[in-house]
């Protein structure tokens, strides 16, 4: 029995874990089916993190703090797709630069907001969120059914994400959009106003995963708390072969080695720590290696289209 309740906590960690970089992950999965390529996920998430926690604060719910949160996700979304969209400025340097801004803004403003005490200010933050029964049953009720509204949402996420891109017509148009946006436009599609929605949409979800970070799996925010999530999100849409179940099970493999990496500091193996929280990069490396040359990306993807 106390093999199956650590094998129940370690599944319980792994999936919390997993939730914000499943959602930067099908944030940047409808971007890429549009065409377009963010690599931006990192800074979004920051600002995202840092506008929930202000919202949590000044409005003093959670809820709140996700909708802001969002709201900011939004704003970066259309920066990304004015500049990329409608100006055609190459999408990896805007996606670097999306980065950096939010990496510098999310610093400022937090100095700003809360100042530069070594204390943080601690807000309302998600709850768990146990569901009747199902939360009972042995080793997996507490991993899969005793989660925070959000890990739900995220997962729930899943289906709702696949139904919309192969079995609906506008999830159908925005792949067209994405493999081959000339021929979208002949058949009527508007190729721009896809690729805006897509990203603005896509954004939102993706500072979701960064309202988790600082609501969900903390109380408070810390600068650079990211900590390369976005950039493992967008490994985690190559290895899932851009497709919303492969992101999902990339996400919990990724995230595994961030689990084990937390055990294996907890029992003092010894390890430096610094080595020890390299652990969940490596693994994401290591998959990409193996794995990247199987998937095929959109055609269209990094590619900006020009009517005419």
Do not use: C
């Not at 970089?21 to 995202?48: Q, R």
């Not at 903390?218 to 492969?246: C, H, Q, S, W």
């Not at 969940?280 to 289209?305: M, W």
């Amino acid at each position: 029995m106390d093999l199956l309740q650590t094998i129940g906590g370690y599944l319980f960690t792994d999936i919390r874990m997993a939730a914000p970089v499943l959602l930067a992950g099908l944030g940047l999965l409808l971007m890429n089916w549009s065409g377009l390529l963010n690599i931006g996920a990192e800074g979004t998430m920051l600002i995202a993190a840092l506008a929930a926690v202000a919202g949590s604060h000044y409005f003093g719910s959670v809820w709140m703090g996700l909708l802001l949160a969002m709201l900011a996700g939004a704003v970066f979304g259309l920066l990304f797709a004015v500049l990329t969209v409608t100006l055609r400025a190459n999408q990896t340097v805007v996606g670097a630069a999306i980065n950096i801004l939010g990496l510098s803004l999310s610093t400022t403003l937090n100095r700003v907001l809360f100042g530069v005490e070594t204390t943080v200010t601690k807000v309302d933050s998600f709850k768990v969120l146990e569901i009747p029964l199902l939360s009972k049953i042995p080793v997996i009720g507490q991993a899969f059914f005793a989660q925070m509204p959000i890990v739900y949402i995220a997962f729930l996420l899943v289906p709702v994400m696949h139904y919309f891109l192969f079995k609906t017509k506008p999830g159908l148009n925005l792949r067209s959009v994405g493999e081959n946006p000339r021929v979208a436009d002949t058949l009527g599609i508007n190729v721009y106003r896809t690729q805006y929605l897509a990203t603005i949409i896509g954004s939102m979800i993706i500072a979701a995963g960064g309202a988790f970070l600082s609501t969900g799996l903390l109380n408070f925010f810390t600068e650079d708390m990211v900590a390369g999530r976005g950039y493992i999100a967008l490994a985690a849409v190559i290895f899932g072969k851009y497709k919303p179940a492969g992101i999902m099970i990339a996400a919990m493999i990724f995230m595994a080695g961030n689990v084990v990496s937390n055990v294996l500091q907890v029992a003092g193996v010894g390890i430096p720590y610094t080595f020890l929280t390299m652990i969940p990069y490596i693994l994401t490396i290591v998959a990409l290696t193996i794995f990247a040359s199987r998937a095929v990306a959109p055609a269209s993807l990094g590619k900006p289209y020009k009517r005419g």
